[in-house]
């Protein structure tokens, strides 16, 4: 069964540094997500990506944040300087079709602990 | 604020019983999606139930959606011990791709 993959597991980093949360599609979507959960908080949305380019953010994804599609498969998210209140759980998702009535697949996720 | 709430948020049954989770969201919506997450796991889809919809079933779950009340249900029937999870509800909206979700349910079944 296809499915997303995210690495790492867990990131571990120093307040101030660069970190890319990577993530692996189901290689036939189009639509792909970032969200994160902060420990005990909801899941919030951060930005999707259709077509090259995001389609959407939220107000968390600030300049801190970037994503990219550098080849055809893998799909990133950087944090350019790490605050500690990135600490969260990341999670990638993808689906085939646009807008939210379709069913997003989600990765494992990768959990950032900026210390 | 769009996005769902679950309530109750911890239960705690034996193995055969059934467990009923709520969600209540405050404005309109698209859609209504259960998502379950196994602990230290990813989100994996449960089910999806439009806004023209009032109920859905995909095997032991059965999810009813109330728009003017704005609220929906999540029924898992003769509960078994790997049901033990957090359980969110994610609501989408018309013209954007974003999913608002809860803060999710915790469920333990007891074998």
């Known amino acids: 069964e296809p499915e997303v993959t995210q690495t790492p597991s867990h990131q571990v980093t120093q307040m101030g540094q660069e970190v890319i949360l990577r993530c692996v599609p189901i290689?036939?979507?189009?639509?792909f997500y970032w969200y994160r959960q902060i420990l005990g908080q909801k899941v919030e949305f951060l930005v999707s990506?259709?077509?090259?380019?995001?389609?959407?953010k939220s107000e968390i994804f600030d300049d801190q944040f970037s994503v990219e599609r550098p080849d055809g498969s893998n799909f990133t998210l950087k944090i350019r300087s790490t605050k500690l209140e990135d600490s969260a759980m990341y999670f990638c998702?993808?689906?085939?079709?646009?807008?939210?009535?379709?069913?997003?697949?989600f990765g494992q996720g990768t959990r950032l602990t900026v210390v | 604020s769009q996005q769902g709430e679950e309530d109750p948020q911890a239960l705690s049954i034996q193995e055969g019983e059934n467990a009923t989770m709520n969600c209540s969201y405050k404005?309109?919506?698209?859609?209504l999606q259960w998502y379950r997450q196994n602990s230290g796991r990813g989100l994996v889809h449960l089910i999806l139930?439009?806004?023209?919809?009032r109920e859905k079933h995909s095997g032991r779950l059965r999810v009813t959606l109330d728009t003017s009340k704005k609220s929906s249900s999540l029924l898992i029937t003769a509960s078994r011990a790997a049901d033990t999870a957090s359980y969110f509800c994610?609501?989408?909206?018309?013209?954007?791709?974003?999913?608002?979700f809860g803060k999710g349910n915790q469920v333990v079944v007891i074998p």
């Open positions: 998702a993808s689906s085939g079709r646009r807008g939210s009535n379709t069913e997003a697949f």
């Open positions: 290689s036939n979507h189009l639509y």
């Open positions: 990506f259709y077509n090259n380019e995001i389609s959407e």
């Open positions: 404005t309109s919506i698209n859609n």
């Open positions: 139930i439009r806004s023209n919809e």
């Open positions: 994610a609501t989408g909206f018309y013209g954007n791709n974003r999913l608002a």
